[in-house]
DNA sequence: TTCAAATAGTTGTTATAACAACTATTTATA
DNA sequence: TATAAATAGTTGTTATAACAACTATTTGAA
């Protein structure tokens, strides 16, 4: 039997992702902050210090798409890239004063955001469904 | 209690769909055909001689994206646009006989996808998944 | 009936993604 | 030690997304 745009569960999480990015997106606008960038501050926030290559595996995306969101990020002031002294291959990437004090901005907003989109679903559900997630990932490895 | 990038399951799907749309990418790239522009192809091959702007809410998409994936997909001869004679406003959209004939190729390729997907995952896991991926676009909503 | 509002589609801009091809630096090995 | 291989990062290209601003056409309302 033919299955339908609403069988594949790969279009759901896909619409139900951009659905999402969307009003991350209009969230951190004020802050002239992108999502993906956010998701890099937000790693910066926990510890800073870490190498683009670094960042690039901890959020699993390309190594290219890291160099082109820290340039901004720097430009923007967040952050500043020096490099490593013992091997010059390596730059670090350092909050400034502004990107440090824009996470006490931004993370209570973020936490808020993630109650309303969880809001009404039980935390057994919320592991289940990141298990299966996990399993889908997996699968497609 | 301070949140980490795997408590957010905004970013668990978001890492999810990256995957997944990549797998799907390199899976349709050698028939000329990017992953969203197989989203229109797949609408089409259910039934052709939509508008642009039916494809575009069928796919909860905004209708440049669409402009510009049709003028693709019409400049690669899977598609043609012919304004409506009614309403000069319209632009329909149907299937050339190559588009067509895509369709015998690709559809048995996502369908096989989809249970590489959902492999090793129950029915019911599914339908539970569904039901709370659409709780989460409506909470945002 | 005429002009404003609504509707369908297009174009420009910015922010991702993925891949290929590139430079600079360091390491390993013959 | 000289050079090949490995590693870190950059640049170019194509394909989305979202939004603002635009044109063309049709509808609606004074």
Redesign the interface.
Known sequence: M????T???????????????S??KAMLAPFNLAPEQN?IM??LW?KDGLTQNEIAE?L?KDKTNITRMLASLEQKGFIKRSMSSNDRRFLHVYLTEEGNKLGDKI?PI??S??R??????TDK??Q???R??????Q??K
């Not at 790969?10 to 659905?19: C, F, G, V």
């Not at 309303?116 to 679903?121: D, K, M, Q």
């Not at 299966?132 to 990932?137: A, V």
């Open positions: 033919k299955l339908s745009l069988d594949y569960i790969s279009i759901t999480i896909h619409q139900t992702d951009l659905k999402l990015t009003c991350v998701l937000m790693l926990e901890k699993d993370i973020t936490e955001f993630h309303s989109v969880v809001s009404g679903i559900e919320l289940e469904v990141n299966i997630l996990l399993k889908i990932r699968n497609v």
